[in-house]
């Protein structure tokens, strides 16, 4: 395993407004590593700090050891749903062989390695008998899949996935956690911006709980506790701890 990434004094802010303030971590690879905290915690802003898609005030980001713009190739991203125009009229095979396009050379139409890239990443969601059709014409489970289809398609080394689990149905969910943990141990790394506390446990190896800083990270065993949950989420996770029978103290 190696340094996967490594995250120095980030600070990052919107019109003047902080988000988080010299924030440190760093997280190894091969693993499924769960960013989690409550809305506005800066879960989505620290993802997208790490891929290089936002202007930082300060700090350093390396991915694999390298600047993060020398990496993009290794990086796929699965952006928030809501956050996509569905209407574009594009099928799903359109939106899969985009994953090849940082493989593409622009004049090029796609070879017959992308096509059978595009098919096997199709098949890999199950989503390869709805290839003709219209994105924004499936369920939500299924749009979701089709994204990650096209991150498989990219044929990255880390992924990057925003909220995939909002919103969808459970056959979807349990398909996509599935393939999340094979493409892990097939030594790929996933972070997953994710905040239903009651998944966070079974779903991640390692977490990085954040409320407008880091609280906690590493070992999900290590985080997950009742005295890290209470910095996040106030009172709720008190319930939810004494639910689930969770520690009071780390460890
Ligand atoms: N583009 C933007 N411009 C201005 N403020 C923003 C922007 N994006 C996010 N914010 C603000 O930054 C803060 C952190 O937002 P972010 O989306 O990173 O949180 P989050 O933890 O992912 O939240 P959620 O779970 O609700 O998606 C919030 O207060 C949000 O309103």
Redesign the pocket.
């Known amino acids: 395993m190696q340094t996967i990434v490594e995250v120095n004094n980030l600070s990052v802010s919107?019109?003047g407004?902080k988000?988080f303030e010299n924030i440190s971590f760093s997280m190894v690879s091969k693993q499924i590593i769960g960013i989690i905290?409550?809305?506005?915690?800066?879960?989505?802003?620290?993802?997208?700090a790490i891929m290089g898609l936002l202007e930082v005030d300060q700090g350093k980001i390396k991915v694999m050891d390298q600047p993060v713009i020398k990496m993009r190739k290794k990086i796929a991203y699965v952006p928030?749903r809501n956050n996509i125009d569905l209407d574009f009229p594009v099928t799903v095979e359109d939106v899969v062989m985009m994953g090849r396009y940082p493989h593409m050379t622009w004049w090029k139409m796609p070879s017959g390695k992308d096509r059978k890239i595009v098919e096997e990443a199709l098949q890999q969601v199950e989503m390869l008998e709805y290839r003709h059709r219209q994105i924004g014409q499936l369920s939500g489970g299924q749009q979701q899949r089709v994204f990650l289809a096209r991150a498989l398609a990219q044929e990255a080394e880390i992924l990057f996935l925003?909220?995939p689990f909002a919103a969808i149905d459970v056959i979807s969910e349990n398909m996509i956690m599935n393939l999340l943990k094979k493409l892990r141990d097939n030594g790929k790394t996933i972070f997953v911006?994710h905040?239903d506390l009651s998944k966070a446990e079974s779903y991640f190896d390692s977490l990085i709980l954040?409320k407008?800083k880091i609280i906690a990270y590493g070992k999900r065993e290590e985080v997950f506790c009742i005295d890290n949950l209470c910095k996040a989420y106030d009172d709720m996770a008190a319930v939810f701890c004494s639910q689930k029978n969770l520690k009071a103290v780390n460890g």
Not at 37 to 48: D, F, I, Q, V, W
Request: charged share 25%; no cysteine.
């Open positions: 919107y019109d407004e988000v905290g409550p809305n506005g915690a800066g879960k989505s802003t620290l993802m997208k928030q925003d909220e911006v905040h954040m407008n």
